[in-house]
């Protein structure tokens, strides 16, 4: 037996995907031992959020979402050294890059959260007035 839902109340929504990649970098500007070339197993959140169509029932398309992040970011870092891609790849660059990628394709993009070990993250949520 199904539960009656009031859609009229299903105004907003946010979805969350998980992705995961393996990837080696090394900052230049940090005087400690990530200065030498490491790797880590990333672990990647891209969240969507936006108003709940009332004919699909959905904000976005779960497998669209992962198509983006496979063919935008994850074919450009899995295996890959991110020093060929960014200069200084900290994570919170790697954040803000993947967050620019991604916002011309995903439409709602609000927020990136990238693991690069576990229990320690960085959030970015773009450009925001003042």
Aim: aromatic residues 10%; negative net charge; hydrophobic residues 40%.
């Amino acid at each position: 037996m199904s539960l009656p839902i009031d859609y009229a109340d299903a105004r907003r929504a946010r979805l969350d995907v998980e992705f995961y990649f393996a990837a080696a970098h090394r900052l230049p500007r940090y005087d400690g031992p990530c200065f030498r070339m490491h790797g880590h197993n990333y672990r990647l959140f891209v969240a969507v959020e936006g108003a709940v169509d009332p004919a699909s029932g959905m904000v976005a398309d779960f497998g669209r979402i992962q198509a983006v992040v496979q063919e935008q970011v994850l074919a450009r870092v899995d295996h890959r050294t991110l020093n060929d891609l960014l200069e200084n790849p900290t994570a919170e660059n790697i954040a803000r890059w993947v967050y620019e990628l991604l916002a011309p394709h995903l439409p709602g993009l609000c927020e990136v959260r990238l693991y690069e070990i576990p229990g320690c993250c960085v959030t970015y949520r773009g450009e925001r007035a003042g």
